[in-house]
């Protein structure tokens, strides 16, 4: 079966890079104290086993410590929370940098971090606990459970509940409308059901696994159905309640203040606003390394914790297993050989030194968090951190070098494994057959590179970036295992794979601390197409605002606009540049229709939409999956003295621009946006306006109810 873009489409998320050099340093930093192994009566995860040896863990602490003070030096790096778990006793907790810099609140073991995707494991187990009840089939179409489930493609019907938990069920991607926000989305759940209704499906269900943040939602809908409650209830009552996690919840509501950790903005010294996720099965829960440590207990004991079943032993082993035989993958997946909620069920650190562990990694906007179990080994590794995701830790790498610094102590492995260096394949000159094979524009979701050969035979290697190929200082030769390495230390390499009719570009790196090497398809090769009609070139270059966003969403702030720009070289498809998503689309078979259309597994094949053209009152209007954006050319604008503006009856926001700078007053508002011509954030407020200054060639941005009219006064 094979996993082709679905229903006619026209021809043809989150892997984290290995964090730079962890190295060893000695910074006072403010920190919770280490802490020391508890007893049998005051242990954070349970009672310990009396056979059990105590270990201190002494040189692996040291080492931690040590390389989270080298990421502490970032100043976007909040803090930082780790745990070490050594069967049913944490072995060490400790907490780096601030919970609240401006207040210099210190995270201390009860203090909640946004885990993001590491939630998708609390999924996984809340539907595995409805599986156990024998309420829930796993191979059961999700149309058992969710019947108001329905999607353009007719092959939906095929979506099994197993296919959601392992990323196989061919959905585009994400969601990303009103995902992040600045207080509590309990519609998130309803809004997805009603994208997915118009959208198209990427793959055949169940052929191939990409990430895919919406699958763990309808999970969560699942959830809810089987249930009779709501989701965050259920996993309440069912998981967090029975393991005692009770620094452990979902956004639905306000943060007692202090609860949380928050952000720090070095830009503007403030912190940032808590960020609140309604996508809960997919990523909203908040946690302690305490907390998790239960779970990691519970799991590592075959469902068991404190002598309370939470799952069956042939549930945690279920998730534990690999779901990815027989999908389709051109590189044998290594990463990502996705369990039911996990990324990976054989993670290639440990993999290497011959020990099974699963790892699952998590981050939004401002938390970055890993999960580590080492089930064999009954040891895990937490960790939590709170930053902008542009400045995101790499969660696995440190868990991964805390784990094997663990494994090596206490003699489960023989040393710490070494870094590797330049690759020692002797050098092979080409064919000309051998450069036509990898020659070519790759895409990938959010990313664009080109191979080009050097007159020596050498491969030049390009990325785009905002619209042009960057070219890569280092060189790439072929050397006799067939693939083109560079001479660095470490060395790294590129080759093309073909697949299913399809040839990759799969860049080989070493991974985690360094020891091991991960193959990854970047992207998909594509051939150029026929020009750009009329009609799209007329679109390229331009740019469409957000008018269906909620007023407190994030995206507001980070990039409230979608721009369509051609990609050089590669006529009959455009780049939709998105802030959080940005991936080709293929508008070569439609005036009126951009479609996805690349097949990449694993990771960078993930969040793909159709983009659709609206006409609409003389102007065209565009639909990216579930968001709606308006021309923003043909913006009204506002000029002195009063006025009036109407909220249409879809309830989207109503957008106007200034041409010289003046102040704004507006009456029976819900909310509204000033924004500079940048597009970027200036002031906002949650009720109506009293002379919010606008700058000049900047924007207002007006929200209401459907019907509303809006009083507006400008100076």
């Not at 080009?452 to 390009?462: G, S």
């Not at 609206?614 to 579930?626: D, P, V, Y």
Request: hydrophobic residues 45%.
């Amino acid at each position: 079966m094979l996993p082709l873009p679905y229903s006619g489409v026209p021809r043809r998320r989150m892997l984290s890079a290995a964090a730079a050099a962890l190295l060893l340093a000695s910074i006072v930093l403010p920190s919770v104290a280490a802490a020391t192994a508890p007893t049998a009566a005051s242990s954070a995860t349970g009672p310990v086993r009396a056979a059990a040896a105590v270990r201190s863990y002494a040189a692996t602490i040291a080492d931690a410590r040590a390389a989270v003070a080298v990421l502490m030096k970032d100043p976007a790096v909040s803090s930082i929370s780790v745990a070490l778990v050594d069967g049913d006793r944490i072995a060490w907790q400790q907490g780096f940098g601030y919970a609240d810099r401006v207040a210099g609140t210190l995270p201390v073991p009860t203090t909640m971090y946004g885990i993001g995707s590491v939630s998708k494991v609390f999924a996984a187990m809340a539907v595995m606990t409805l599986v156990d009840a024998g309420r829930v089939s796993l191979d059961a179409p999700v149309i058992r459970y969710i019947p108001d489930f329905t999607m353009a493609s007719p092959d939906y019907r095929r979506i099994t509940v197993r296919m959601l938990l392992d990323h196989s069920a061919g959905l585009p991607g994400t969601d990303y409308r009103n995902w992040s926000m600045d207080a509590p989305f309990p519609g998130y759940a309803d809004q997805l059901l009603a994208t997915l209704r118009t959208e198209r499906l990427k793959t055949t269900p169940g052929s191939m696994s990409v990430y895919c943040n919406d699958c763990f939602t309808l999970a969560q809908i699942l959830v809810d159905r089987v249930s009779g409650m709501s989701y965050p209830d259920y996993v309440t009552s069912a998981i967090l309640a029975p393991l005692g996690m009770a620094h452990s919840r979902y956004s639905t509501a306000e943060f007692v203040p202090g609860t949380a950790a928050r952000v720090y903005d070095p830009a503007t010294a403030t912190m940032v606003p808590r960020e609140y996720l309604g996508l809960y099965g997919s990523g909203g829960l908040f946690s302690t390394p305490s907390d998790m440590a239960r779970v990691a207990s519970m799991l590592m004991d075959g469902g068991t914790y404190a002598g309370r079943r939470v799952l069956s032993a042939e549930a945690v082993a279920e998730m534990g297993r690999d779901q990815t035989k027989g999908s389709l993958d051109p590189t044998g997946l290594q990463g990502f050989i996705y369990g039911l909620g996990w990324d990976t069920v054989r993670e290639p650190g440990l993999a290497k030194v011959g020990v099974t562990a699963w790892y699952k990694s998590g981050g939004t906007n401002d938390y970055v968090a890993g999960f580590l179990v080492v089930p064999g080994e009954r040891l895990a590794v937490v960790i939590e951190s709170t930053e902008p995701m542009d400045h995101a830790i790499d969660a696995e790498t440190l868990a991964q070098r805390i784990a094997l610094h663990a494994l090596a102590e206490r003699g489960s492995i023989a040393a710490m494994p070494k870094a590797l260096g330049a690759t020692t394949l002797a050098l092979r000159t080409p064919t000309v057959a051998q450069l036509d094979a990898i020659a070519g524009t790759y895409l990938g979701e959010g990313r664009g590179y080109r191979v080009t050969v050097r007159p020596d035979r050498t491969l030049a290697f390009a990325s785009l970036v905002d619209g042009a190929w960057a070219t890569a200082t280092s060189t790439y030769t072929l050397r006799t295992d067939g693939a083109f390495w560079t001479s660095g230390v470490p060395a790294k390499s590129v080759r093309a794979v073909s697949a299913w009719g399809r040839t990759y570009l799969v860049f080989r790196s070493p991974g985690g601390v360094g020891h091991y090497v991960i193959d990854i398809p970047l992207g998909e090769r594509i051939d150029p197409g026929a020009p750009l009609s009329a009609a799209w070139r007329a679109r390229a270059g331009h740019t469409w605002l957000m008018a269906n966003e909620s007023p407190d969403s994030r995206a507001w702030a980070l990039g409230p606009s979608v721009r369509l720009t051609e990609i050089p070289g590669l006529p009959g498809y455009l780049d939709v540049g998105y802030y959080e998503a940005p991936a080709p689309v293929d508008v070569g078979g439609s005036d009126t229709l951009g479609s996805m259309f690349l097949v990449v597994p694993t990771a960078f094949g993930r969040d793909l939409e159709d983009l659709s053209v609206e006409a609409r009152g003389g102007e065209e209007w565009l639909h990216w999956g579930g968001t709606v954006l308006r021309p923003q050319a043909t913006v009204p604008g506002l000029t002195s003295g009063p006025g009036s503006v109407s909220i249409g009856p879809e309830g989207y926001a109503e957008w106007r621009t200034v041409t010289a700078a003046l102040a704004v007053t507006t009456s029976g508002a819900g909310a509204w946006k000033v924004l500079d011509a940048n597009l970027a954030l200036v002031a906002a407020g949650a009720a109506d306006a009293t002379a919010a200054p606008v700058p000049a060639g900047g924007y207002v941005v007006l929200f209401g109810d459907p019907g509303d009219v809006i009083g507006i006064r400008t100076r």
